[in-house]
């Protein structure tokens, strides 16, 4: 199930599919959907959701996998990856895309008035704190503190909001 608030913005060449297996996908008032986005259900049941006045710049692509939540004031920029999710791969007798999915690490979660620089990807289990930037090219796992400034893969904090 698709919900779009009627005050947000969805570009006509963003593509924004609808699940088969029930997930939902809301994007909250106030928010920017770029062109070239791509939101598609795969690789769990997790919902999508998008908080106010958040941006998604061109060229990002969000699996639902295990969920996304992006709180208020969410600012992405071009080519980011959200995957919640891990294919399973263990067994050498079954190829890896019929193997399914590893158990979840609890999805992504980005809190309000967070940063994520282009060409960032965001793993299963990352849980972004209130206030975070996050660099350019970074690799996205974990938990990270409130404000902090992270960078990097591996990704270290170099620094803090005043």
């Given amino acids: 199930m698709i919900e779009i608030d009627p005050t947000a913005k969805v570009s006509a060449l963003a593509d924004i599919e609808d699940s088969v297996r029930g997930s939902r996908i809301v994007i909250a008032a106030g928010v920017v959907i770029d062109s070239f986005v791509k939101i598609k259900p795969a690789g769990g049941q997790g919902d999508v959701f998008i908080g106010p006045d958040s941006v998604i710049n061109s060229g990002c692509v969000l699996y639902t996998g295990n969920g996304i939540r992006l709180g208020t004031g969410v600012a992405v920029a071009a080519n980011c990856t959200f995957a919640p999710t891990n294919h399973e791969y263990r067994r050498r007798d079954i190829p890896i895309r019929r193997q399914g999915f590893r158990p979840s690490k609890g999805g992504i979660v980005v809190g309000d008035d967070v940063w994520i620089g282009a060409n960032c990807v965001l793993l299963d289990g990352a849980n972004i704190g209130?206030?975070?930037?996050?660099?350019?090219?970074?690799?996205?796992?974990?938990?990270?503190?409130?404000?902090?400034?992270?960078?990097?893969?591996?990704?270290?904090?170099?620094?803090?909001?005043?």
Avoid: F, M, Q, T
Wanted: hydrophobic share 35%; net charge neutral.
């Fill in 130 to 162: 209130d206030g975070c930037v996050i660099a350019a090219g970074s690799i996205v796992r974990g938990v990270l503190e409130p404000y902090g400034i992270y960078g990097g893969n591996p990704l270290v904090k170099i620094g803090e909001r005043g």
